[in-house]
């Protein structure tokens, strides 16, 4: 358990993973990493370095020893695919591109990169990726059994980009509940889950409720985290979608009418003066306070599931919350 004392602060100034930016990816995911650096190149490598580095933390402990490394390679990718998508719909605000991405999983309709108004380059790149990821997934022993589930839940993550675009074009749609309803599957805890169990031979089937449940409380802790982490960067791109500035919007410390003007209008002085509102508001504060609930609810799991260790999961993102909000503003 946790000890009061020990639980991150907006105080701390140690971010566990400070080294992160110096680790040198696999030979899985580094044609990837080159591949995006060379056609996409919204993100630069640290992205993923960071993200490779944090896997290990939440981790399910079921997960075979052998399979670590192919995981974490599934995961990276994983983080990849969904970073695409999220910059072509919040950063660049490209619709037709968009509802290409969209489409690149599933096979309803196969994605089109000539359609007019489309950015081929992220289609083309996107069917790349997905397609390594499933190889990836594919080669994990409990592959067949877990992949229908992980792709309804890379459905869910999707659904919860597209949700984002529209909060975007409709700042007056913003609700925290909303948000807690579709936005927090950008986090993409449910497929790395399914990662895991899909390379865990000893996972009970009789628990994959509870820890589901379990994973959604880890999932709310990591959305937090990025939203406190992000938030401010954000403002100055015109994504209005942080919880952050959702409770702001809510609670009347910004209004709809000033969002709208920074978007049409964005200046260094406009963002600074609405960022000093919300941080003197408190609301970082209150969403500290709502990560250690999610964590002591998800406690309560300990000793119910029988073939993971959820004391652990939940204290992997202690040490990635404590990154998340030293990195604030950063990330």
């Not at 309709?109 to 081929?120: C, E, H, I, Q």
């Not at 399914?194 to 409720?209: G, Q, T, V, W, Y």
């Not at 652990?312 to 404590?322: K, T």
């Amino acid at each position: 358990m946790v000890a009061e004392s020990q639980f991150p602060s907006l105080e701390d100034e140690i971010d566990p993973f400070a080294n992160a930016p110096t680790r040198t990816l696999s030979e899985t995911v580094r044609p990837l990493a080159d591949a995006y650096d060379d056609r996409i190149g919204d993100r630069d490598r640290s992205t993923w370095r960071w993200f490779d580095a944090v896997e290990p933390e939440f981790r399910l402990s079921c997960v075979d020893d052998e399979r670590g490394r192919r995981v974490r390679d599934a995961k990276v990718l994983a983080t990849m695919f969904i970073t695409v998508i999220d910059d072509v719909a919040e950063r660049h605000g490209d619709r037709a591109t968009l509802e290409e991405l969209l489409l690149v999983p599933f096979d309803s309709r196969p994605a089109d990169p000539t359609r007019d108004g489309v950015d081929g380059a992220y289609v083309r790149f996107q069917q790349e990726l997905w397609d390594a990821l499933l190889l990836q997934f594919r080669e994990s022993p409990r592959a067949e059994e877990f992949e229908p589930l992980f792709r309804f839940d890379v459905r869910q993550a999707l659904q919860s980009v597209d949700y984002s675009a529209l909060l975007a074009r409709y700042p007056g749609l913003a609700g925290e509940r909303e948000l807690r309803t579709y936005d927090v599957y950008n986090m993409m805890l449910f497929p790395f889950a399914d990662i895991d169990l899909a390379n865990a031979p000893k996972f009970e089937r009789r628990d994959l409720s509870a820890v589901r449940d379990v994973v959604a409380r880890g999932q709310r802790m990591a959305r937090i985290g990025n939203w406190i982490a992000s938030w401010e960067r954000e403002l100055t791109e015109g994504d209005y979608s942080s919880g952050v500035v959702v409770r702001a919007l809510e609670s009347g410390i910004v209004s709809i009418d000033e969002l709208r003007a920074l978007q049409q209008q964005p200046s260094a002085a406009a963002v600074g003066a609405i960022a000093n509102r919300i941080r003197d508001a408190g609301i970082e504060a209150a969403f500290v306070d709502r990560w250690r609930r999610e964590y002591e609810r998800g406690a309560d799991y300990c000793g119910e599931i029988a073939s993971v260790d959820v004391r652990a999961y939940l204290d992997g993102f202690v040490p990635i919350f404590r990154s998340q909000l030293v990195r604030r503003g950063r990330a």
